[in-house]
Every structure is written in structure tokens, then in C-alpha cells.
């Protein structure tokens, strides 16, 4: 199997390019690609990357592969591979820091921006903050985002305003404590995110949709946001 | 929150609904001048000048005109601010982006009020 590796180490390259690996895949067995790295690691010992738990639940190891963004340890050679050639790339649009290892400042301070953290200006209660079952039904679809950063950093308007747009990932946690009914600070959140780029730079692309590996739908999220700001609004 | 002085509202809010509700009226202009002329040209003979006068003359289709250029105007204003700002960046043209970028909307926003002022002075000025 050839597989073309972006490589770029600061330190001794001048710029980035993609280097050629070949690997004997075994018979009959279809790897994840982040086993492929692991055997590509073997062979290359100074290749570099993230990752963690591999099975999909720590979100270190998004990258781009043949084009498109993923986490490598849950995305089958099978499902990417074409005819027999696989392109590895850092997620795009973030600054690289070593090969297929990017910096992810960017994608971080967006995430702080939407302040991801439960609100409420309530005296708390002797034990927990209840909630009915169907308001923690409304949470469905949102807290499962593992910030692999898959979804921002596929957004043409994440890669074109980085430091004003919040992009999907940012905006689905927003939309999460939006929709949690234990937070009181609901119009404040509106408040800041009602500005020409925060969340009205979504164009409605989708690919955000398309790459998330845990099947969420920032979209929609934002979509939901924007009717709260059109209620609040007017 | 991120301000920028140069979107048309200063509120992404008002920006997206004024995008929208200007986007309704251009749509029922098109459609509104499309069945004119379908109708009237039907047979293929051809629309004179008197029924232009008329058809363009009536009070209504002249506040609906000049409603149809001022949506123009400020659809066209949010549209390209936002062209300009995704595209005209250091990324591509380096540390003068910025000058760039504003005489682009300079150069925007002075032939959208040109249009402006011309569809105003043609439909109010028409002989009723
Ligand atoms: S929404 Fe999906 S793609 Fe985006 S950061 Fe969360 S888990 Fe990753
Ligand atoms: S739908 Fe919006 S957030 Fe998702 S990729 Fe498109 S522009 Fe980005
Ligand atoms: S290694 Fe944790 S998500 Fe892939």
C-alpha cells in the first residue's frame, strides 16, 4: 500500500512536503488508519502525531485523510483508501506544529469564547440541580462533542475568519448550554453571539456535518441559535 | 463580540434578516416585471413606450421599484462585505489587505449609492 505523508519538522526542513511510505497491509484484515501510522511510526521513528485513547473518545488524533477530516483510530483503511493510495494531511487551515501535529490555539480560544460552562445566578440547591427527562433529552446531540476539532477546521469559514468566527464546534457547545435549563445566562450568551461574524459567518456549507466522527450536527445547532436570536430580537 | 464598523447594521442579526427580507422583495420584482412582459408581450409584438410609461407611472409599481432598488442596494452591501471580508485578507494580499479591502467597498458603496440616487431621480421623475 503507498501512503504519502505530510512531513515538516521546523527544525530541519525549509518547507512542508508529502513523502512516500509503502507498508505490506496483512491478508484479509482491514486496519484502522491509525494502526497504518503505528506501523509507519515503526519504520520512521521521527514521524509525529497525536493520539490517545484510540477508540474515538478523546478526539486527539483528527486528521485529513485522502481529503477528508476524521479521527484516525476509527476510520477503516477500507473507508478512505483509494485504489490502493492514502494521503495524510494535518486537519487544515491550523498552524502546523510537527507533521500531522497541529496547533489548535485557535480552535481553543473559540471554544472558551462561547464561555462552555453551566450559568445560573440561582442560590444552588442543598444537593443537585434537577432536570425532568425531557430537558436532558434537549442535551441529546450536543454533549457528546469530543473537541477532536474535525468540524472547524473543515469550515471554509472557520479557514477564512479563524479569530472572529466561532466555527461548528464552539457553536454546538453554545447552543448546548443555550439549551440547558439550568442555565440562566441565556440572553447574555445571545448577546454575545449576535455580531456580523460569531455565528451569522455560517453559510450553511455542511461539512462540518459531514466530517463529524461522532455524527453530530453543528448546523442544525446553529440553525437553533439563530431562531433564538431572531426571537429575541424582535 | 466582534464589531466591524463597515457591516451595514453593526449586528449580524439585523444584517441576516435585512439580507433576507430584501432578498423576498427583489424576488417578487423579478416576478412581478416577468409576468408584465410576459403578458403583455405574449404575442411576440413587442411593448411601446406608452405601456412602460404607464406600467412603471402607477404609484405603486413606483414605490415598489424604488423599494426594489433600495433592497438592492443593502442586499448588495451585505453580500459584498461579506465577500470582502472571507476573501480580501493578508492570506492572500499580504499586510496591505486592509487598504485593499476598503477601497473594494469604497468602490462598492459609492456605485450602489450612484445606483441608488439614478433609480430615484427614473421612477420618481416619470411623467405620472
Ligand atoms: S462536533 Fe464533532 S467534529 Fe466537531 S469537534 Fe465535536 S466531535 Fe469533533
Ligand atoms: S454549516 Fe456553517 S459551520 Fe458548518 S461547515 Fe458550513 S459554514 Fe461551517
Ligand atoms: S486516539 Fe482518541 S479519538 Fe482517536
Keep these: ?40 511510526k515503526e519504520q520512521d521513528p521521527s514521524l509525529s502525531y497525536r493520539r490517545s485513547c484510540r477508540e474515538g473518545v478523546c478526539g486527539s488524533d483528527g486528521i485529513n485523510m485522502n481529503g477528508l477530516n476524521g479521527l484516525a483510530c476509527i ?7 483509494k485504489r490502493g493510495k492514502l494521503a495524510l494531511r494535518p486537519l487544515p487551515g491550523l498552524p502546523v506544529v510537527r507533521d500531522l501535529v497541529v496547533d489548535m490555539s485557535q480552535f481553543f480560544d473559540q471554544f472558551e469564547k462561547v464561555r462552555p460552562y453551566l450559568i445560573n445566578d440561582q442560590p444552588p440547591p442543598a444537593q443537585e440541580r434537577l432536570q425532568s427527562p425531557e430537558e436532558r433529552a434537549e442535551l441529546d446531540g450536543l454533549y457528546e462533542c469530543i473537541l477532536c476539532g474535525c468540524c472547524s477546521t473543515a469550515c471554509p469559514s472557520f479557514w477564512w475568519n479563524p479569530d472572529k468566527f466561532v466555527g461548528p464546534a464552539g457553536l454546538l457547545q453554545a447552543y448546548r448550554f443555550l439549551a440547558d435549563s439550568r442555565d440562566t445566562a441565556g440572553a447574555e450568551r445571545l448577546r454575545d453571539l449576535e455580531d456580523p461574524f460569531s455565528v451569522f459567518r455560517c453559510r450553511g456549507i455542511m461539512n462540518c456535518v459531514n466530517v463529524c466522527p461522532k455524527g453530530l450536527n453543528p448546523t442544525q445547532a446553529i440553525g437553533k441559535i439563530r431562531g433564538l436570536l431572531v426571537r429575541q430580537g424582535t | 463580540m466582534v464589531t466591524q464598523v463597515t457591516a451595514l447594521a453593526r449586528s449580524g442579526l439585523a444584517d441576516f434578516l435585512i439580507q433576507r427580507l430584501s432578498a423576498v422583495v427583489l424576488a417578487l ?11 403583455n408581450d405574449g404575442v411576440g409584438e413587442g411593448i411601446d ?3 412602460l410609461v ?11 421599484s424604488a423599494l426594489a432598488v433600495l433592497s438592492t442596494a443593502a442586499h448588495g452591501w451585505i453580500g459584498l462585505w461579506t465577500v470582502a471580508t472571507d476573501y480580501i485578507r493578508p492570506h492572500y494580499f499580504g499586510a496591505r489587505a486592509t487598504v485593499i479591502r476598503m477601497a473594494f467597498q469604497v468602490g462598492c458603496g459609492l456605485l450602489l449609492f450612484i445606483y441608488v440616487w439614478w433609480g430615484m431621480r427614473l421612477f420618481w421623475m416619470l411623467p405620472g
Design chain 2, 49 to 51: 413606450h406608452r405601456q
Design chain 2, 29 to 39: 420584482y423579478t416576478l412581478c416585471l416577468l409576468s408584465f412582459f410576459l403578458v
Design chain 1, 75 to 81: 476510520t477503516p483503511v477500507s473507508q478512505v483508501a
Design chain 1, 1 to 40: 500500500m503507498q501512503v504519502s505523508v505530510y512531513r515538516y519538522d521546523p527544525d530541519v526542513d525549509e518547507a512542508p512536503e508529502m513523502r512516500d511510505m509503502s507498508l505490506e497491509l496483512p491478508e484479509g484484515k482491514d486496519l484502522m488508519v491509525l494502526d497504518l501510522l503505528e506501523r509507519l
Design chain 2, 54 to 64: 404607464e406600467f412603471f407611472g402607477s404609484a405603486s409599481m413606483r414605490a415598489f
